[in-house]
């Protein structure tokens, strides 16, 4: 069974671009999660979708958005970039909700 | 908000020592969870704990739901140079079973000693 799938594995962009991330999930996995990791706040839980639908939002601004497509397949959105974005962006599958599977993440850096 | 205390934040091992490691909180948890993150890679499921007093072994790694619903623990036991990593606690709060219902642990970082 293939793992979940981010895409790109890394990424450079300039302060105010935007940009958007992929998640292809387990074959079967419905909900999927975006994380953010970063040295100094660890990792926060961005939002959840689940069947299309977004499930639960973390705490971070309205610059970052995602969606969920009805192949389970999810993209995440972060626009007008800024330096403090940069970090490894985490997306993980699961059947219901909690016991997950991790993708290798996204390595953005804002410069 | 709620918050998971996880220690040691790093910790160095010799091949063959037992580690340990462990998080608390002032909540009260339905679900811990125990993953393991290598250097460019996502955090890997290690281990899922349903119940308090439960004690789960996946090989030579042993975990425990505190009987307070606050804390819980992991052991690996005659470490190895592959044990190396950053382990991380995720513990689920009472209401719901929503991955935005998981707090993270800030990470144990394994490395080897010197």
């Known amino acids: 069974k293939a793992g979940v799938t981010q895409t790109p594995r890394y990424l450079i962009k300039t302060r105010g671009q935007q940009v958007t991330l992929s998640c292809s999930p387990i074959s079967g996995h419905r909900s999927v999660s975006w994380y953010q990791q970063t040295p100094g706040q660890g990792l926060q839980f961005l939002f959840e979708?689940?069947?299309?639908?977004?499930?639960n939002k973390g705490n971070f601004p309205g610059r970052f958005s995602g969606r969920q497509f009805s192949n389970s397949r999810s993209e995440m959105n972060v626009s007008t970039l800024e330096l403090g974005d940069s970090a490894l962006y985490l997306c993980?599958?699961?059947?219901?909700?909690?016991?997950?599977?991790f993708g290798q993440g996204t390595r953005l850096t804002v410069v | 908000g709620q918050q998971l205390n996880q220690s040691p934040q790093s910790m160095f091992i010799q091949e063959g020592e037992d580690v340990s490691m462990n998080c608390t909180s002032s909540s009260i948890f339905n679900t811990w969870l125990w993953y393991k993150q290598d250097p460019g890679e996502g955090p890997v499921l290690l281990i899922a704990l349903y119940k308090a007093g439960e004690l789960t072994s996946n090989g030579r790694l042993t975990a425990q739901f505190g009987i307070t619903r606050k804390d819980s623990f992991l052991n690996i036991s005659a470490s190895i140079p592959s044990d190396v990593g950053i382990y991380f606690c995720a513990g689920q709060l009472s209401d719901g079973g929503s991955q935005g219902n998981l707090i993270f642990g800030k990470g144990t970082k394994l490395s080897v000693k010197p």
């Open positions: 979708y689940f069947s299309e639908t977004q499930r």
């Open positions: 993980a599958s699961s059947l219901e909700g909690l016991e997950a599977f």
